[in-house]
């Protein structure tokens, strides 16, 4: 397992990013997943985006509100393979990621709806 803290510079945001390799028990199978969660409250965390990165064994190659872009600008920038979630139709108040394997997180819209890059 990867896992790394990323934290504003003031501490009023911190993002815990994790890459592991999960087993897949129905399937006898497994897959390498992002996991990205947001500190909420001290010392709690938020998970917000669960994706799968690598297939491996598994039968899916996405979660079930995966996004995938082959593409995607993100102001003014543009970036290949990047991966997200939909949230549509979460009853929570979600920042929504954009992840690559190149960079890592790439940026990520927060709950004002205001987008920001990291590269």
């Known amino acids: 397992m990867i896992s790394y803290v990323l934290k ?3 501490e009023e945001l911190e993002f815990k990013i994790s890459i592991c390799t999960l087993p897949d028990l129905r399937d006898f199978a497994v897959g390498d997943v992002l996991n990205i969660s ?14 799968i990165l690598t297939k491996r064994t598994l039968s ?6 995966q996004l995938f872009f082959e593409e995607l600008e993100l102001n003014g920038k543009i970036y290949f393979d990047v991966t997200s979630r939909d949230n549509s139709e979460d009853l929570r108040p979600l920042f929504q990621h954009f992840y ?19 590269l």
């Open 8 to 10: 504003e510079v003031e």
């Open 38 to 51: 947001r500190k909420t409250n001290q010392p709690f965390y938020s998970g917000e985006l669960s994706a």
């Open 60 to 65: 899916q190659d996405i979660t079930y509100n």
């Open 100 to 118: 690559n394997k190149e960079f890592g997180l790439i940026g990520f819209v927060d709950l004002e709806n205001t987008l920001w890059t990291l």
